[in-house]
C-alpha cells in the first residue's frame, strides 16, 4: 500500500482528448495542442510541486494502436516509467473521444474487439498499473459523434447513437476483462457525466423524462442493469438485438468498479416542449444528481472532473473548487462512500469552448497551471486543500479506502506484451444483475 496514501484519492488529469473533425481530416489532439508531448516532464514536475499523487492519464490511441495487433509504444515507453519512478499513481485513460483512423469511427462493428486486444497489450508491457478508466465518457462520446454530430462519424440518428453506445460500452467491458486477466486486482473507475434535464413547463416533462432515462444507459449496460421498458423499446429499435443485450446483462464487472462521475455547469438543461435543450447553469448541483447515481447503483463514487474557466475577477475558478468541494463533503456526510476528487485538467486546455467543434486554438483558462506551465490561483488553492484535508479526512473513516498497490513494489518486469491471451468473449462468472 502507499504509505501516505490517506485513503482518499486526490488527482488531476492531462487533457487527452483526440476525436476527428471536419469528416475525419483534423484530428482535435489536445495533448498536441497543449504542449504536453514537448512539456511531459514538467507536467510531472507540476504534480508533484501541488502535492498530487495520482494522475488521469493515457499515451494517445490515435498514434499508439497503429493497426490490428500493432502499436508503437515509444512515448508510452518514456513516460509511465517515469510516473512510476517519481511514485505517481496513473488512472490509465485508455480511449478519450477518439479512435485511430484504421478504424475510423465508433460505427466499427470491429473496435471492441481492436481495443480490447490493445488494453491487454498495455497491461502486459506495464504490469506494476493498477487503476484504469478504459473509455472515457462513453456517452458524452456516443452524443457528440452520433446524435449531435459533431465529432468522428459526425452523424445525427438515434440508429447512429445506438451503434456507437453499444459499441463503446462493449470496447469498456471487454477491456476490462482483458486488463483484469493480465492484473487480476486492477480497478476500474468509470469517468461518466451526471447529467440532468429539466422540464421547463408540463409539456417538456415527456421530452426531459426520456432525457433523464437515457442518461442512464451506458452505465446501465456497463454495469448489467436491466433497463426500463421504454429505453429497452428505445435500444431494439435503433439497432441493438436482444442477443446484444443479454450479452451486457451477462457480462458485467461492476464489482470491479468505482463510479466516477463527471460535473461541469454545463451538466444541467432546461428541456422545451419540442425537445430542445439549453443549458440551465448550475440548480441541484453535484450532490444532488451524484445521490442520484448513487441510489441507482450502489458504488464506491469518484468525482473525476471539473473545472471553471478563471473570469475577470480572477477568482471564479477558486471558487468553484470551493463549491465543489464542499459538495463533496456533503455526499460523503451523507453516507455515499465518495473516495475520490479530480480538478481536470493540469493544465489550460484548448478549443474546449466549442466542444472540440472548431479548430480555433483558442486557450481555454481551466487548469491548475496556464500553458506557460505558471500555477494559476485555483492551482494554489487546490494545493493548500490538498495540504490541509489530507491529514483530516483519515480521522473520519478508516473504514473504505482504495487498495492501491504501490508501483515500486510490484515485481520488476520487462516491458513486454508476448503474454498469451484467452479467448476474449467468454463468460466473466460475474453475478447476474437482477436489479
Known amino acids: 500500500m502507499i504509505s501516505s496514501h490517506s485513503g482518499f484519492i486526490f488527482a488531476t488529469g492531462i ?31 507540476l504534480v508533484e510541486e501541488i502535492g498530487i499523487r495520482f494522475l488521469r492519464y493515457g499515451p494517445p490511441l490515435h498514434t499508439t494502436l497503429v493497426g490490428a495487433g500493432r502499436y508503437d509504444w515509444s512515448f508510452a ?52 498499473l493498477q487503476l484504469y478508466t478504459p473509455v ?60 440532468y434535464f429539466h422540464a421547463e413547463s408540463p409539456v417538456a416533462i415527456g421530452p426531459a423524462e426520456t ?29 441493438m438485438t436482444r442477443e446484444e443485450y443479454h450479452f451486457f446483462l ?42 442520484q447515481y448513487y441510489n441507482r447503483y450502489r458504488l464506491p463514487v469518484m468525482h473525476t472532473e471539473t473545472n471553471l474557466c478563471q473570469g ?12 465543489e468541494w464542499a459538495n463533496v463533503l456533503r455526499v460523503r456526510n451523507n453516507g455515499v462512500p465518495i473516495v475520490g476528487f479530480t480538478w481536470y485538467s493540469l493544465t489550460d486546455q484548448v478549443d474546449w469552448d466549442t466542444g472540440l467543434r472548431e479548430n480555433n486554438g483558442k486557450v481555454n483558462a481551466l487548469g491548475l497551471a496556464d500553458l506557460n506551465r505558471k500555477l494559476r490561483p485555483v492551482g494554489e488553492a487546490y494545493r493548500d486543500l490538498i495540504r490541509d484535508w489530507t491529514a483530516v479526512l483519515p480521522t473520519q473513516s478508516v473504514c473504505l479506502q482504495v487498495p492501491v498497490a504501490l508501483a515500486q513494489d510490484y515485481p ?8 498469451p491471451s484467452t479467448e476474449r468473449n467468454a463468460p466473466t462468472g460475474a453475478p447476474r444483475n437482477t436489479e
Open 15 to 45: 487533457e487527452n482528448s483526440n476525436p476527428t473533425i471536419g469528416n475525419g481530416t483534423v484530428r482535435m489532439d489536445e495533448m498536441a495542442k497543449c504542449g504536453h508531448y514537448r512539456h511531459w516532464r514538467r507536467d510531472f514536475d
Open 312 to 323: 475577470p475577477k480572477g477568482d471564479e475558478a477558486v471558487n468553484w473548487l470551493r463549491k
Open 211 to 239: 432525457m433523464n432515462a437515457r442518461r442512464f444507459l451506458s452505465l446501465d449496460l456497463n454495469y448489467g442493469r436491466r433497463i426500463d421498458s421504454t429505453m429497452y423499446e428505445y435500444l431494439l429499435d435503433n439497432s
Open 77 to 128: 515507453d518514456e513516460v509511465f516509467p517515469d510516473l512510476r519512478r517519481r511514485s505517481l499513481v496513473a488512472i490509465v485513460d485508455l480511449c478519450h473521444f477518439g479512435v485511430p483512423d484504421f478504424i475510423g469511427n465508433f460505427q466499427n462493428p470491429d473496435f471492441p474487439a481492436l481495443f480490447a486486444d490493445y488494453a491487454r497489450a498495455f497491461a502486459q508491457r506495464y504490469p506494476w
Open 136 to 195: 472515457n465518457e462513453m456517452s458524452i462520446c456516443a452524443l457528440f459523434s452520433s446524435l449531435y454530430g459533431w465529432w468522428n462519424e459526425q452523424l445525427r440518428t438515434d440508429r447512429a447513437f445506438v451503434t456507437a453506445l453499444k459499441h463503446l460500452v462493449k470496447a469498456n467491458l471487454l477491456a476490462m476483462r482483458a486488463i483484469l486477466e493480465v492484473r487480476p486486482d486492477a480497478l476500474f473507475i468509470q469517468s461518466e457525466s451526471s447529467e
Open 412 to 419: 520488476a518486469t520487462p516491458m513486454s506484451s508476448d503474454a
Open 250 to 291: 451477462s457480462n458485467n464487472l461492476k464489482h470491479h468498479c468505482i463510479m466516477g462521475n463527471d460535473y461541469y455547469q454545463t451538466n444541467e438543461h432546461r428541456v422545451s416542449a419540442d425537445g430542445v435543450t439549453v443549458a440551465s447553469g448550475e440548480i441541484f448541483g453535484y450532490a444532488v444528481i451524484t445521490h
